[in-house]
């Protein structure tokens, strides 16, 4: 088995990406897809902390606008993350992965509360820890949660598997002639307002000098090349 280039990862997927071509709620054959690879990094050794996005449920700053007040559309947002990742722990379990929740918000019925020490002592111990409920503040983005828990638990990688296969100069969705990037630098994704992450999100990883590799998750074995070290997508760098 081919030796992994990084040995503790921070996964993150939208909401958006569970739901399949459905757009809206759970699509368990693509959940179930992404949990067979999620199990396979483990079997290489590798550490596999994941936040999961709210959108395929609620997205507080769409959904919200006008007529829900700013902060408590954020809540819901997290709670709709919460669920995800009840989900997306429930598949992984049934193919026999060892799973712990940890919301920033305490649903200690449903999931640990978020403790670096207890979550970092979960990855040593080969189990994959979902963060749920972002950082537990409105006005931050699943995007900036997932930054934040990466530096916290000293990730070498933010994974960001998107509906995209990476980052390109304008929406290829609306420019057929867009240009996809191989490697750009964070100054670069700032000053051209490229929609990667929000603002905040690549500021911080910036900061704490963490690369992002943006990819596809519509083929989920993206995350194991990536994780080999193959050349997927587009890598977000100093």
Same mark, same amino acid.
């Given at each position: 088995m081919q030796e992994p280039k990084y040995k503790r990862v921070l996964l993150k997927i939208s909401g958006e990406a569970l739901a399949g071509e459905k757009h809206f709620g759970l699509d368990f054959n693509v959940m179930g897809r992404v949990a067979d690879v999620i199990k396979e990094c483990v079997a290489m050794g590798v550490q596999v902390g994941i936040v999961i996005g709210g959108g395929n449920f609620w997205r507080g /700053?769409?959904?919200?606008?006008?007529?829900?007040?700013?902060?408590? =559309? &954020?809540?819901?947002?997290?709670?709709?993350?919460?669920?995800?990742?009840?989900?997306?722990?429930? $598949?992984?379990?049934?193919?026999?992965? &060892?799973?712990?929740?940890?919301?920033?918000?305490?649903?200690?019925? /449903? *999931?640990?509360?978020?403790?670096?020490?207890?979550?970092?002592?979960?990855?040593?111990?080969?189990?994959? /820890?979902?963060?749920?409920?972002?950082?537990?503040?409105?006005?931050?983005?699943?995007?900036? *949660?997932? /930054?934040?828990?990466? =530096?916290?638990?000293?990730? &070498? $990688?933010?994974?960001?598997?998107?509906?995209? &296969?990476?980052v390109y100069d304008s929406d290829p969705a609306k420019n057929e002639n867009a240009v996809k990037f191989d490697s750009i630098t964070y100054d670069d994704v700032l000053a051209k307002h490229l929609a990667v992450m929000d603002s905040t999100a690549t500021s911080l990883s910036m900061d704490n000098h963490i690369p992002v590799l943006v990819f596809a998750l519509k083929d989920p074995y993206n995350i194991v090349r990536v994780i080999r070290g193959e050349q997927i997508g587009t890598i977000v760098k100093e």
């Amino acid at each position: 088995m081919q030796e992994p280039k990084y040995k503790r990862v921070l996964l993150k997927i939208s909401g958006e990406a569970l739901a399949g071509e459905k757009h809206f709620g759970l699509d368990f054959n693509v959940m179930g897809r992404v949990a067979d690879v999620i199990k396979e990094c483990v079997a290489m050794g590798v550490q596999v902390g994941i936040v999961i996005g709210g959108g395929n449920f609620w997205r507080g /700053v769409k959904n919200g606008e006008g007529y829900i007040e700013r902060t408590r =559309a &954020d809540h819901m947002g997290m709670l709709a993350t919460a669920m995800n990742c009840m989900a997306m722990a429930d $598949v992984l379990e049934q193919k026999g992965v &060892d799973v712990r929740i940890q919301t920033a918000l305490e649903i200690r019925e /449903v *999931a640990e509360p978020y403790i670096r020490a207890r979550a970092i002592r979960h990855l040593e111990k080969g189990r994959v /820890v979902i963060f749920g409920c972002g950082i537990g503040s409105p006005f931050f983005s699943t995007d900036t *949660a997932a /930054v934040l828990r990466a =530096a916290e638990i000293n990730a &070498d $990688v933010i994974l960001l598997a998107k509906n995209i &296969d990476g980052v390109y100069d304008s929406d290829p969705a609306k420019n057929e002639n867009a240009v996809k990037f191989d490697s750009i630098t964070y100054d670069d994704v700032l000053a051209k307002h490229l929609a990667v992450m929000d603002s905040t999100a690549t500021s911080l990883s910036m900061d704490n000098h963490i690369p992002v590799l943006v990819f596809a998750l519509k083929d989920p074995y993206n995350i194991v090349r990536v994780i080999r070290g193959e050349q997927i997508g587009t890598i977000v760098k100093e």
